[in-house]
């Protein structure tokens, strides 16, 4: 019988399975705002696949089936970044110019300690009257 986080790590495969696809059909040259955001949310979905797994393999748990064919893809993808070529699949994500990690759509995250674990919580719920940009620890 599989258990709450198996059927999420499944549910996750599958939506990524299911936005590459997505991001495939909608393939165009010159790119288009749809399929640089197909491309966009197929990210999102490795990004949630690979946080789930992090967080099992912390948790000493394994997760199955194993995510070989993200891996597979990132590594192609570090290839071309490691000779200091912008791989298509990254190059046709981006919608604006360049800009840091720290972008405006990460801004409100902070993190707390909670017992011997960093936690991220948002920012926004938790501001006072003036701006806090450091990051908080409990």
Partial sequence: MMDEQELQWLALLRDERD?????????????????????????????????????????????????????????NTASYLAVGQMPGVVAD???????????????????ERLGDELDAFDRRKHRQRRRDHGVAIK
């Fill in 19 to 75: 936005k590459r696809e997505a991001a495939r059909v909608l393939y165009s040259r010159p790119r288009t705002r749809e399929f640089s955001k197909a491309l966009r949310d197929w990210w999102g979905a490795i990004e949630a696949a690979l946080k789930v797994y992090k967080i099992a393999l912390a948790a000493k748990r394994v997760l199955n089936p194993p995510l070989l064919d993200i891996l597979g893809r990132l590594e």
């Fill in 93 to 111: 994500a981006i919608s604006e110019g360049r800009r840091g990690a720290a972008s405006s759509e990460r801004h409100d995250i902070g993190f």
